[in-house]
């Protein structure tokens, strides 16, 4: 296991010195080369004249907070968007990339975060998905050959699965090096990688650097994106930090630190950043005890204070959205009780959840959240029409004046008050979800991944509004893989795993490398199937 | 409600409007016969019975469903109407009652399976389709059931401040739907699962009961269309209705209703039946085979789907593809541009 500085010394794995490395890389030009690119979209200006240079036999970590520009610049040499302005250069040469399949084409293979694989297939057809060989003129599969290259690619990069497995029955993990091999079969030079650790645990998370160690060194360049500083300084030769879409800093690792890096992607008020206010009231909102589910969820037992903020903390398919799930109604509990102001509830539906003032913000705003076909002010009344009943008619006035009064509060983009939530951007839409639920008169919140996609003048809003919704006793609880945040939002945060809440700490005496080594050790992901919306 | 669906129409049925005026100018410039007032008076007629069909065709469509079957619902309720006024000597305004409650039961017959029951309402309709024409034949031996009352005719032709009754009863229809549509928290709920069904439920909406009325008052708007079907043709007939679903469908379509679900205008339905009339009336007029204008039929809502995708924004293409993916793969995602 390499440090993130080099060894006492000097000398790498591979027996080379630091020097001889640099000057290999430094005399071959580029593989691929991204000069000054720019990419906007509504509201944001996502790219801002961004270069970056990826040398062959070298891992170039690219850093930065949720809507920094990462995957917009990954979405760009990978040919999902194409950039305003700028130019990509492979071998030196100009290229564009105006979709996915040429950028493979072009030897530019991306993993993204989310998987591309079908599950339904085996490991050697998802390898080979696509271009698949053939015999008789290009009309039947060639199986045999495609199952030797499977086993060859698997062999090369010592991944030991059988190439006839069906991949649903293969855990995240595998899945992941699955993705990699496939890629690796297109005979790419650049290989992109998008978080490819958000959903591993430590010692998959060790497995799948090697891995990419091992890339570097057959003379691929890598692009290797985190926002996990730690995993970064172990991996990287070179660092580069993106903030607000402008390249903030790039250096060799071995030159910078954690905290140098860390200021780069913050900026330089961290504490501005988080606009923590502590709120909770000496009174129990919520209390759970023993709750369990046909879902996976295990004996959870934990309360809320009225006013305070709960935080979720664990790896993806952990079981967070499993426990919010339950509480809201969604997935039945088998056994447990669920208290609600020391009143004993059992919500058999969302509307009765609702209607107890439980509101949950899903994870997926688009999939579970927004109604498209709605303008602003639809959105936000849906869960509660009752409240503009006239009669048994809706007053379209006073329907149109309360959501006045939540998009000047909430400081909502005026677009969506006549024109389709759709326009608007993702901080925006997510707090016409919020209003939605301050309408419906929630009392707890459920807050899964809400600031996923939202750019960081709006997460900024996001957090004060949660203060405010604390300062008037409303419960929150925050689901959030973005461990910063959780830390610094949440008065108290309970470490999930394996579908158990393994304990309860203040938030102010846990670290972001406590929170993730206790998620992630007693976490063993493939087990069971996540069930997250 | 809706959004707009494009920057040229500012008004959501202008589009439909503008559609049924160039129709109805290619099919006067084809035959001097079609501003004939006999001949006006015979589409408006026609048109009736498929616009009344066709608002519940759409409240079913604006949930994200589809209903096949009131065609042949006509067709058993026609039946049902004439043996009991001719069979059972029943006063007409009693049988109508008996009519519309069994419409109401094969409408919520419908609702039930494709809600509670989960089958796609694709297929429930579909079968239906098949039932009700099947058990209209069980009726007087399966022959039609002809001159059921003289008192009957009346309710169709009669006229009111000098205009055919029919047309006031699509005016109240749909009078009714649009007020039912905009102002009622169930009409909302039809949008809202139609447009995220999701999101609805999550939203504490009862989307199966949401679901379960849409059909209810589809099988009620069938059961007017085979009232007005039996005393136009003071008849029952278990060959009624072929092609009714395919028309009122149309009628939606062409009216911009979007068969994905949550998008559309009560009265571009009315509008779009019109159209469908005109054309079918023009071809008439022109000694087109029957054949010829089933093709044209099936041709026009193909059409009209192919513009409402080229209008609709990509946006909510790329929306749904998106929902799709992400269903799948749920990962801690950290961002996605499109979304900044």
């Known amino acids: ?47 801002d004249r961004v270069s970056l240079a990826l040398n062959a036999g070298e891992i170039h970590a690219l850093v930065g907070e949720n809507g920094s520009g990462k995957s ?70 060639d199986w045999q050959t495609m199952r030797r290259e499977s086993v060859k690619t698997l062999r090369e990069l010592g991944i030991e699965i059988d190439p006839d497995v069906v991949v649903r029955s293969l855990s995240m993990a595998e899945q992941q090096l699955i993705e990699i091999a496939k890629a690796i079969s297109e005979d790419s030079g650049v290989l992109v990688m998008d978080e490819p650790t958000a959903a591993l645990g430590l010692a998959e998370t060790r497995r799948l650097q090697d891995l990419i160690r091992q890339l570097a060194r057959q003379g691929k360049a890598i692009l290797y994106i985190s926002h996990r500083i730690d995993e970064v300084f172990q991996i990287a030769d070179r660092i580069s930090v993106l903030k607000d879409g402008r390249l903030a800093g790039s250096g060799l690792a071995r030159e910078l630190n954690v905290d140098s890096v860390v200021r780069q992607m913050l900026g330089a008020d961290v504490t501005e950043h988080y606009p923590k206010q502590r709120n909770t009231k000496n009174e129990v909102l919520l209390e759970v005890e023993g709750l369990s589910t046909q879902t996976g969820v295990r004996d959870v037992s934990f309360s809320v204070y009225a006013g305070e903020v709960l935080g979720f903390g664990g790896m993806v398919g952990s079981g967070r959205t499993e426990i919010a799930r339950a509480l809201f109604g969604v997935d ?33 705003r688009k999939a579970d959240g927004l109604f498209m076909n709605f303008r602003g002010p639809e959105n936000i009344t849906i869960a509660n029409l009752a409240a503009l009943l006239y009669g048994p008619f809706l007053d379209l006035g006073r329907e149109m004046r309360f959501s006045q009064d939540y998009f000047k509060k909430l400081a909502i983009s005026s677009t969506g008050i006549e024109k389709s939530v759709q326009f608007l951007s993702g901080g925006n839409q997510q707090k016409v979800i919020l209003a939605r639920w301050l309408f419906s008169q929630a009392r707890l919140l459920i807050l899964d991944e809400p600031t996923q996609g939202v750019d960081i003048g709006a997460r900024i809003e996001v957090y004060r509004i949660i203060n405010e919704l604390t300062a008037i006793g409303i419960a929150i609880l925050l689901i959030s893989s973005d461990y910063p945040e959780l830390l610094a939002m949440s008065d108290r945060i309970a470490v999930v795993s394996n579908k158990r809440i393994l304990q309860i700490f203040p938030s102010d005496q846990l670290s972001e490398y406590r929170l993730l080594d206790m998620a992630s050790r007693a976490h063993h992901p493939g087990e069971g199937r996540t069930h997250e919306t | 409600m809706r959004p707009r669906r494009s920057p040229l129409s500012r008004i959501p049925v ?60 006509i067709a058993l309720l026609t039946m049902i109407m004439a043996s009991l006024i001719k069979f059972e000597g029943m006063s007409v305004p009693s049988a109508i009652v008996i009519v519309l409650i069994m419409s109401v039961v094969m409408g919520a017959i419908n609702g039930f ?10 297929i429930v309709t579909l079968a239906t389709l098949s039932i009700f024409r099947g058990v209209a034949f069980l009726f007087n031996a399966g022959s039609p059931i002809f001159s059921v009352s003289t008192s009957l005719e009346p309710w169709f032709y009669g006229q009111l401040f000098g205009i055919a009754l029919p047309l006031f009863y699509v005016l109240i229809t749909y009078g009714l739907a649009w007020g039912f549509l905009k102002y009622t928290p169930i009409g909302r709920r039809i949008y809202a699962i139609g447009g995220n069904e999701s999101a609805a439920r999550l939203s504490g909406i009862n989307v199966h009961q949401t679901r379960l009325i ?66 079918q009336n023009g071809l008439n007029l022109n000694a087109v085979q029957t054949s010829w204008q089933n093709i044209t039929l099936g041709a026009i809502i193909v059409l009209a789907v192919f513009m409402d995708m080229w209008r609709a924004d990509f946006g909510r293409l790329i929306g749904r593809a998106w929902r799709r993916w992400a269903g799948r793969r749920v990962a801690v995602s950290e961002q996605d541009a499109d979304d900044t």
Not at chain 2, 27 to 40: E, Q
Not at chain 2, 248 to 261: D, E
Request: hydrophobic letters at 45%.
């Open chain 2, 214 to 279: 849409a059909f209810i008052i589809a099988g009620l708007t069938a059961g007017i269309g085979s009232i007005l079907m039996t005393a136009r043709l003071n008849s029952g007939s278990p060959n009624y209705g072929v092609g009714t679903e395919l028309q009122a469908i149309g009628a939606a379509v062409v009216g911009g209703a979007s068969l994905a679900g949550g998008y559309g205008h009560i009265v571009a339905s009315m509008i779009g039946a019109a159209i469908i009339v005109v054309v």
């Open chain 2, 113 to 122: 399976l494709s809600s509670y029951g989960r089958i796609p309402s694709f």
């Open chain 1, 72 to 141: 917009t610049l990954v979405k760009s040499l990978s040919g999902v968007h194409r950039p305003e302005a700028g130019e990509i250069r492979l071998r030196g040469e100009v290229v564009s990339l105006p979709n996915p399949i040429v950028a493979r084409q072009r030897g530019v293979a991306t993993i993204y975060q989310e998987l591309s694989l079908v599950p339904s297939l085996s490991v050697a057809e998802n390898i080979f998905l696509g271009r698949f060989p053939t015999v008789a003129s290009g009309q039947i599969i």
């Open chain 2, 14 to 73: 202008m589009g439909p409007i503008i559609s049924l005026f160039v129709v109805s100018v290619a099919v006067t410039i084809s035959t001097d016969r079609f501003l004939l007032l006999d001949n006006l008076n015979n589409v408006a007629l026609q048109a009736s019975i498929v616009a009344i069909v066709a608002v519940g065709s759409t409240l079913v469509i604006l949930t994200g469903g589809i209903d096949l079957s009131p065609g042949s619902a």
């Open chain 1, 332 to 364: 039945r509990p088998t056994g447990g009780s669920i208290r609600l102001n020391g009143q004993p509830v059992r919500f058999r539906t969302p509307t009765e959840a609702i209607r107890h003032g439980v509101a949950l913000v899903p994870e997926n």
């Open chain 1, 1 to 47: 296991m390499r440090t993130p500085l080099v060894a006492k010394d000097g000398s790498r794995p591979g027996g080379l010195s630091v020097e001889w490395v640099d000057r290999m890389k430094a005399d071959a030009s580029p593989i691929c080369e991204v000069r000054d690119i720019s990419k906007a979209f509504p509201g944001v200006q996502a790219l």
